[in-house]
């Protein structure tokens, strides 16, 4: 009874805040840290951390349905970073098939959204990139919002990146160091970001009460806004993210103006 009566609570509560969003400034780009899948499992008494990754995994396409409801246009999924690649191998191989399962799954046929694998695709197994690559193939031309799925992730190794790939260019050019000083600015670095050509984040949002970036878009989030919450991913509500775009849209953003 006590559960039932929290549940309609929450339902109206929900249903409040939907309707005080209406008009409200909505982010263009959210990104998210989906983070405490293991914590969660740990505090339910599950021994296999495994358990709360598949649970966060099935949390996933529900959320992406609630950014397609309040007309967000792109999503950063934040799933393995480069750091996770050290993981021991027993527990990192269950995690990459997890991964690989939520790309198939928002690949399926029935989903409209477009999947871009985001990250140091190099460094992961090839069966994991091959699974990667097909879903952005399969998701190219669909109507739906971008989904970047950050997987072999890190912002430093992003940036680096982006920097080689820019030398790269210019060196095929025939461009001299001397020339790419006198005209390089932040806007041709950005031209290399995994990221390129999609508008940065407005609203990072993270799980498990962690306030920190771990990495997550280093520059691209120089100008966003931020909410932290308690909640395990695997908890992770409508009524929370919704609470995420109150935050924002209360904010004044002055981009530092």
Avoid at 47 to 62: T, V, W
Avoid at 212 to 228: C, I, K, M, N, Y
């Amino acid at each position: 009874m006590r559960q039932w009566a929290r549940d309609v609570l929450t339902q109206v509560y929900e249903r409040r805040l939907a309707q005080a969003l209406e008009g409200a400034a909505i982010p263009r780009h959210v990104g998210v840290i989906v983070d405490g899948n293991r914590r969660w499992a740990r505090a339910i008494g599950l021994e296999d951390p495994n358990a709360g990754h598949r649970r966060g995994a099935d949390k996933i396409a529900g959320f992406l349905g609630w950014c397609d409801e309040a007309g967000v246009e792109v999503v950063t999924l934040f799933l393995l970073s480069t750091d996770n690649l050290s993981r021991p191998e027993p527990e990192l191989l269950p995690l990459l098939r997890i991964i690989e399962g939520v790309a198939e799954d928002l690949a399926a046929p029935d989903r409209r959204w477009q999947l871009r694998p985001v990250g140091a695709l190099e460094l992961l197994p090839a069966e994991t990139v091959a699974v990667l690559k097909q879903a952005a193939e399969d998701t190219r031309d669909r109507p739906g919002a971008t989904v970047n799925l950050a997987v072999g992730y890190g912002g430093r190794r992003e940036i680096a990146d982006a920097v080689r790939s820019l030398l790269a260019e210019h060196a095929a050019r025939g461009t001299t160091l001397d020339e790419l000083v006198g005209v390089l600015d932040a806007e041709h670095i950005a031209e290399h970001l995994y990221t390129r050509g999609q508008p940065d984040p407005d609203l990072v949002i993270r799980t498990s009460g962690e306030q920190r970036l771990s990495g997550f878009l280093l520059w691209q989030t120089a100008h966003s806004e931020f909410h932290f919450t308690d909640v395990y991913w695997p908890d992770f509500r409508r009524v929370d993210f919704l609470r995420a775009l109150r935050a924002y849209a209360a904010r004044h953003r002055r981009f530092g103006g």
